[in-house]
């Protein structure tokens, strides 16, 4: 019969990174948690608005939380447990449940999240995670659904409270998954031939079925099959392996995390071959290694300690309203260009429309000394606001003094005996300090009365250390570049309240944002799209800057609203037109005409708040360094599209980066598709790196970054899965839960948000600085007998990282996977010479697939190849090596393969794994009622098998007892 070729294939493995790592950071920062003494303390838990008022769900979450601290001790060799944990309930909820007052708790800076399960689509816990390895992820997401129901939760995801450990790892020490995803293969060659399951660590003991007829799906690899797509992995029941948190953690036997130490424990060493996120995020490092790199325990801090009791101290609090005050500079130079007249113009919007109802702003300004203009005033309605509003500065005055506003500020805070704790001081300057008392000055009292302060730079010259002073204070840092295109004050405006209260049901969004050019003789037009998620309290806001202007609002229907109608609405002192919709408005296209008599620049603006019942779409944004001390400069950015806590998916997502005059605006296209500064295809988590920084007159440059995010023609989806990640349930994934491609449209949408500031040093060194990118996803495309050849793909790595196009590619392989990855240089080199498609001297631009095709050295024998790969810039930069693939080339004669398809699940389980699979400790397809033809089927297979056996000794299993996939 004609020969086949069979092809089995692994992607396996990171080697090492040559780049440094950075820490990520939220625009707004997430509660500062520490570890002392053994003890983690800032831990704060919140409870969306959504999650009804339970007293059960509170009870039950401590109880997990106590047993999270009991395992978590263990797991790190006693070196570290929960002590003190916050849990932030709604405002909706009873005062009898609260033991201690709220102060500076808000629901977006919490560690960990609890939403309503049905508001999810997936009750699987899961950590968002941005960043490398190593670092601190953004939270760690919970259902009521997994807290309530306890008997579910056991037996679909077993000890509650190692779930949480698990996720701690993630969100914690930036430890990733141990088992396979869809990204990564369920099976793997090891550098003996051999087929093996990916998991951490090999002692874990088990077998493999088809997760759709409960056949076992086991092939003999000679053959070159692997196991098909539906194969999967199950353990037995009990298990003997003492690792790994991050792999199975229901395993009862599980009470460790992987390490590499040769001389501990056998049963949690580490898989370093397995083709899983940990090892290829972490370069072959076992979680153990990364844990002890963390500052909670390098250089052996917090040693191993005895402790009788690690039960923590639950403080149960209320969200409280946000209490802001506003920080104004009116010293001499806020004149120039007319700033304090843009200044009282955003913050008119801002009190006008921009705070929530039941919230509280008072107003401070300063120059040579500060004045509190208002006290604290809860907003409540149009007079209110009003009010207030008018009390803005119009005029300036002589010096400035940022120590005199910020202790008026706290005093504000503090009137009437009030705590100062959890206040806001919304700082906003333009120039350096140069009257006492000085930031650094006033800082520590800052930091000790627990107030946030946000700062906003207005222009290039305001004072370096507002960064820091944000950063110190667990506040928010913005630029206002007043660039002619900026909409830098807006945005910044709007991002201190969406940034805080995104969580709850009542939240705003800012749709538009733009600022463009009218002609004096000509009319300006746009259209802004309103999603069916959002249209209550709508607003529309269009900002002028020399003389009035003249605005038509259409409704989808084509109804106009214009300045006869009830809701148009025009400030002359604030320079603005303001429409609110009355009602819900309607989804669909706006479209908007402006005229004036003058040339100038307009601005325009949307917010919109969520309508009832619906999941939001928001756009939460990162960046990997904001305060950038050395050279070469250099940031990732990240923007994470959600609709709920789903991932939107094949949007349109652009960072704006403004950067010093007369230097123009960066746009930089942040991509979803895993490559470069992307970590994970289709997450949701768009990324790009920005590399154009600037030599300038100013000692330490600031750069504005503004975030958009939509879809306009139609491609934006959300995956429907009941599991895309997070921590392994015990039942198996099915066919329908991971290969099949489930999505919804998102329709249109527009979202616009603030990145925050950028501040990076003046001296950018010339030249290319920059390596080319690492490749993520070699893999291995086909491979022939007949031609000996070898076809790998992968995603085209760019010139200066994400940017551009290589020069070249470096191409290795090897027959030995730990020669291989100890250094990629041991490979054998292939040159062009040794391809029959493809060039490694005409790489690809920046995401484009590449494809080549390599010629192999001839063999008789089975012989598995391990590949890697990496790119040159032609001035010698050389980008880190690839991820390392496995294949082997193998003669496939149909008539020797022995494939154990037929046999029946319930004839070849253990007595122990049936069992438990019979009490709900696992759950797969059983094949009943076998008929007399097929049981003496299975019993010549089982003779047949038997021989085969005695035959091809080495595929019986290994000394450890985990049995070998091929039987």
Same mark, same amino acid.
């Given at each position: 019969?004609?020969?086949?070729?069979?092809?089995?294939?692994?992607?396996?493995?990171?080697?090492?990174?040559?780049?440094?790592?950075?820490?990520?950071?939220?625009?707004?920062?997430?509660?500062?948690?520490?570890?002392?003494?053994?003890?983690?303390?800032?831990?704060?838990?919140?409870?969306?608005?959504?999650?009804?008022?339970?007293?059960?769900?509170?009870?039950?979450?401590?109880?997990?939380?106590?047993?999270?601290?009991?395992?978590?001790?263990?797991?790190?060799?006693?070196?570290? /447990?929960?002590?003190?944990? *916050?849990?932030?309930?709604?405002?909706?909820?009873?005062? %009898?449940?609260? &033991? !201690? $007052?709220? #102060?500076?708790?808000?629901?977006?800076?919490?560690?960990?999240?609890?939403?309503?399960?049905?508001?999810?689509?997936?009750?699987?816990?899961?950590?968002?995670?941005?960043?490398?390895?190593?670092?601190?992820?953004?939270?760690?997401?919970?259902?009521?659904?997994?807290?309530?129901?306890?008997?579910?939760?056991?037996?679909?995801?077993?000890?509650?409270?190692?779930?949480?450990?698990?996720?701690?790892?993630?969100?914690?020490?930036?430890? /990733?998954?141990?088992?396979? *995803?869809?990204?990564?293969?369920?099976?793997?060659?090891? %550098?003996?031939? &051999? !087929? $093996?399951? #990916?998991?951490?660590?090999?002692?874990?003991?088990?077998?493999?079925?088809?997760?759709?007829?409960?056949?076992?799906?086991?092939?003999?690899?000679?053959?070159?099959?692997?196991?098909?797509?539906?194969?999967?992995?199950?353990?037995?029941?009990?298990?003997?392996?003492?690792?790994?948190?991050?792999?199975?953690?229901?395993?009862?036997?599980?009470?460790?995390?992987?390490?590499?130490?040769?001389?501990?424990?056998?049963?949690?060493?580490?898989?370093?071959?397995?083709?899983?996120?940990?090892?290829?995020?972490?370069?072959?490092?076992?979680?153990?290694? !990364?844990?002890?790199?963390?500052?909670?325990?390098?250089?052996?801090?917090?040693?191993?300690?005895?402790?009788?009791?690690?039960?923590?101290?639950?403080?149960?609090?209320?969200?409280?309203?946000?209490?802001?005050?506003?920080?104004?500079?009116?010293?001499?130079?806020?004149?120039?260009?007319?700033?304090?007249?843009?200044?009282?113009?955003?913050?008119?919007?801002?009190?006008?429309?921009?705070?929530?109802?039941?919230?509280?702003?008072?107003?401070?300004?300063?120059?040579?000394?500060?004045?509190?203009?208002?006290?604290?005033?809860?907003?409540?309605?149009?007079?209110?606001?009003?009010?207030?509003?008018?009390?803005?500065?119009?005029?300036?005055?002589?010096?400035?003094?940022?120590?005199?506003?910020?202790?008026?500020?706290?005093?504000?805070?503090?009137?009437?005996?009030?705590?100062?704790?959890?206040?806001?001081?919304?700082?906003?300057?333009?120039?350096?300090?140069?009257?006492?008392?000085?930031?650094?000055?006033?800082?520590?009292?800052?930091?000790?009365?627990?107030?946030?302060?946000?700062?906003?730079?207005?222009?290039?010259?305001?004072?370096?250390?507002?960064?820091?002073?944000?950063?110190?204070?667990?506040?928010?840092?913005?630029?206002?570049?007043?660039?002619?295109?900026?909409?830098?004050?807006?945005?910044?405006?709007?991002?201190?309240?969406?940034?805080?209260?995104?969580?709850?049901?009542?939240?705003?969004?800012?749709?538009?944002?733009?600022?463009?050019?009218?002609?004096?003789?000509?009319?300006?037009?746009?259209?802004?799209?309103?999603?069916?998620?959002?249209?209550?309290?709508?607003?529309?806001?269009?900002?002028?800057?020399?003389?009035?202007?003249?605005?038509?609002?259409?409704?989808?229907?084509?109804?106009?609203?214009?300045?006869?109608?009830?809701?148009?609405?025009?400030?002359?002192?604030?320079?603005?037109?303001?429409?609110?919709?009355?009602?819900?408005?309607?989804?669909?296209?706006?479209?908007?005409?402006?005229?004036?008599?003058?040339?100038?620049?307009?601005?325009?603006?949307?917010?919109?708040?969520?309508?009832?019942?619906?999941?939001?779409?928001?756009?939460?944004?990162?960046?990997?360094?904001?305060?950038?001390?050395?050279?070469?400069?250099?940031?990732?950015?990240?923007?994470?599209?959600?609709?709920?806590?789903?991932?939107?998916?094949?949007?349109?997502?652009?960072?704006?980066?403004?950067?010093?005059?007369?230097?123009?605006?960066?746009?930089?296209?942040?991509?979803?598709?895993?490559?470069?500064?992307?970590?994970?295809?289709?997450?949701?988590?768009?990324?790009?790196?920005?590399?154009?920084?600037?030599?300038?007159?100013?000692?330490?440059?600031?750069?504005?970054?503004?975030?958009?995010?939509?879809?306009?023609?139609?491609?934006?989806?959300?995956?429907?899965?009941?599991?895309?990640?997070?921590?392994?349930?015990?039942?198996?994934?099915?066919?329908?839960?991971?290969?099949?491609?489930?999505?919804?449209?998102?329709?249109?949408?527009?979202?616009?948000?603030?990145?925050?500031?950028?501040?990076?040093?003046?001296?950018?060194?010339?030249?290319?600085?920059?390596?080319?990118?690492?490749?993520?996803?070699?893999?291995?495309?086909?491979?022939?007998?007949?031609?000996?050849?070898?076809?790998?793909?992968?995603?085209?790595?760019?010139?200066?990282?994400?940017?551009?196009?290589?020069?070249?590619?470096?191409?290795?392989?090897?027959?030995?996977?730990?020669?291989?990855?100890?250094?990629?240089?041991?490979?054998?080199?292939?040159?062009?010479?040794?391809?029959?498609?493809?060039?490694?001297?005409?790489?690809?631009?920046?995401?484009?697939?590449?494809?080549?095709?390599?010629?192999?050295?001839?063999?008789?024998?089975?012989?598995?190849?391990?590949?890697?790969?990496?790119?040159?810039?032609?001035?010698?930069?050389?980008?880190?090596?690839?991820?390392?693939?496995?294949?082997?080339?193998?003669?496939?004669?149909?008539?020797?393969?022995?494939?154990?398809?037929?046999?029946?699940?319930?004839?070849?389980?253990?007595?122990?794994?049936?069992?438990?699979?019979?009490?709900?400790?696992?759950?797969?397809?059983?094949?009943?009622?076998?008929?007399?033809?097929?049981?003496?089927?299975?019993?010549?297979?089982?003779?047949?098998?038997?021989?085969?056996?005695?035959?091809?000794?080495?595929?019986?299993?290994?000394?450890?007892?985990?049995?070998?996939?091929?039987?």
């Amino acid at each position: 019969m004609a020969a086949m070729v069979r092809l089995v294939v692994s992607v396996s493995l990171l080697l090492a990174l040559t780049l440094p790592l950075f820490s990520v950071y939220g625009l707004l920062q997430r509660s500062k948690i520490t570890l002392d003494n053994n003890e983690y303390k800032g831990i704060l838990i919140a409870i969306a608005d959504d999650v009804k008022e339970n007293a059960n769900l509170l009870e039950n979450l401590q109880e997990i939380l106590t047993g999270a601290s009991g395992a978590l001790y263990r797991a790190t060799k006693q070196r570290a /447990f929960f002590k003190e944990i *916050t849990i932030l309930l709604p405002n909706t909820w009873s005062n %009898d449940l609260v &033991n !201690v $007052e709220a #102060t500076s708790e808000i629901f977006d800076a919490a560690n960990a999240i609890v939403t309503k399960h049905e508001n999810v689509g997936r009750e699987t816990p899961y950590t968002n995670q941005f960043g490398s390895c190593g670092e601190e992820a953004e939270y760690i997401h919970l259902t009521d659904k997994f807290i309530l129901d306890k008997q579910w939760t056991v037996d679909t995801y077993g000890d509650p409270a190692k779930v949480i450990v698990h996720e701690w790892g993630h969100l914690r020490w930036g430890l /990733f998954n141990e088992y396979a *995803t869809n990204s990564f293969e369920r099976f793997y060659l090891d %550098d003996k031939g &051999n !087929v $093996e399951p #990916t998991r951490c660590s090999r002692a874990v003991i088990g077998k493999s079925y088809d997760s759709e007829t409960g056949i076992r799906c086991n092939v003999n690899p000679k053959s070159g099959k692997r196991p098909g797509k539906y194969c999967r992995f199950l353990p037995t029941m009990p298990n003997r392996a003492t690792g790994s948190y991050l792999f199975m953690s229901f395993l009862n036997s599980v009470v460790e995390f992987c390490h590499s130490d040769v001389t501990g424990d056998p049963l949690s060493l580490h898989n370093a071959m397995a083709p899983n996120q940990q090892n290829i995020q972490c370069s072959y490092r076992s979680a153990w290694d !990364v844990m002890l790199e963390s500052e909670d325990f390098k250089n052996d801090s917090n040693p191993a300690r005895q402790v009788t009791d690690t039960t923590p101290t639950f403080r149960v609090v209320k969200i409280a309203p946000l209490r802001i005050v506003l920080v104004l500079d009116v010293s001499g130079s806020m004149d120039d260009n007319d700033r304090i007249g843009t200044l009282n113009q955003l913050a008119t919007k801002y009190i006008q429309a921009t705070v929530p109802d039941g919230h509280s702003v008072g107003i401070v300004e300063f120059e040579n000394d500060a004045v509190i203009t208002s006290d604290l005033r809860e907003l409540q309605d149009d007079k209110d606001r009003d009010e207030l509003a008018n009390l803005l500065p119009k005029t300036t005055r002589e010096a400035t003094c940022i120590g005199c506003g910020l202790e008026s500020g706290i005093d504000v805070l503090e009137k009437d005996g009030h705590s100062a704790r959890g206040g806001i001081l919304v700082l906003i300057t333009d120039g350096e300090e140069n009257r006492e008392p000085y930031i650094n000055e006033v800082k520590p009292s800052l930091i000790s009365k627990g107030v946030c302060v946000d700062t906003l730079a207005f222009g290039t010259s305001a004072d370096e250390k507002l960064l820091s002073l944000s950063e110190d204070t667990c506040g928010l840092s913005f630029l206002y570049s007043e660039d002619v295109s900026s909409t830098g004050l807006s945005d910044a405006f709007s991002a201190t309240i969406t940034s805080r209260i995104g969580g709850s049901s009542n939240s705003s969004f800012e749709l538009y944002s733009e600022k463009q050019a009218i002609p004096s003789t000509d009319t300006l037009k746009g259209t802004i799209v309103i999603d069916s998620t959002i249209g209550k309290s709508t607003k529309f806001f269009f900002l002028w800057t020399t003389s009035p202007i003249s605005v038509v609002l259409y409704r989808p229907n084509g109804t106009a609203i214009d300045e006869t109608s009830l809701d148009y609405e025009r400030n002359d002192g604030a320079r603005t037109v303001s429409i609110e919709i009355t009602g819900i408005a309607e989804s669909g296209t706006w479209l908007y005409e402006v005229t004036a008599n003058q040339s100038q620049q307009v601005e325009i603006s949307v917010q919109s708040n969520v309508r009832e019942d619906t999941q939001p779409i928001r756009v939460t944004t990162t960046t990997s360094n904001s305060l950038i001390t050395e050279t070469p400069a250099m940031t990732n950015m990240y923007a994470q599209v959600q609709r709920g806590y789903a991932p939107i998916v094949k949007a349109d997502v652009v960072a704006t980066v403004e950067r010093p005059q007369p230097h123009s605006p960066v746009k930089v296209n942040l991509l979803d598709n895993g490559a470069g500064a992307d970590f994970t295809e289709d997450d949701g988590v768009y990324s790009g790196v920005f590399l154009d920084f600037v030599n300038a007159t100013c000692p330490n440059c600031r750069y504005n970054v503004k975030v958009t995010a939509g879809d306009t023609d139609g491609t934006a989806q959300v995956p429907i899965s009941t599991f895309t990640g997070g921590v392994l349930p015990i039942r198996p994934p099915n066919r329908i839960d991971e290969n099949t491609n489930i999505t919804e449209p998102v329709g249109p949408f527009y979202r616009v948000t603030s990145g925050g500031v950028i501040q990076a040093p003046l001296a950018i060194p010339p030249g290319d600085n920059f390596p080319p990118s690492r490749i993520t996803d070699l893999r291995v495309a086909a491979t022939s007998y007949d031609n000996q050849t070898v076809t790998l793909a992968w995603t085209a790595p760019g010139n200066d990282l994400d940017r551009g196009t290589a020069s070249e590619y470096h191409l290795r392989y090897s027959e030995i996977f730990e020669v291989f990855y100890k250094n990629f240089t041991n490979g054998m080199k292939v040159s062009n010479s040794n391809l029959t498609v493809g060039n490694l001297s005409s790489p690809k631009t920046f995401g484009e697939m590449e494809t080549m095709t390599v010629l192999m050295p001839s063999k008789d024998e089975n012989i598995t190849y391990f590949f890697a790969i990496r790119a040159r810039d032609a001035p010698g930069n050389v980008g880190p090596p690839s991820n390392i693939v496995s294949a082997t080339i193998v003669y496939d004669d149909p008539d020797e393969i022995i494939n154990i398809t037929t046999e029946s699940l319930d004839t070849t389980l253990d007595t122990e794994t049936e069992a438990d699979m019979q009490s709900g400790q696992i759950s797969i397809f059983l094949i009943i009622g076998c008929s007399v033809a097929g049981a003496l089927l299975v019993i010549v297979v089982a003779i047949i098998l038997s021989k085969c056996l005695i035959k091809n000794k080495k595929y019986l299993p290994d000394k450890e007892g985990v049995e070998n996939i091929a039987f």
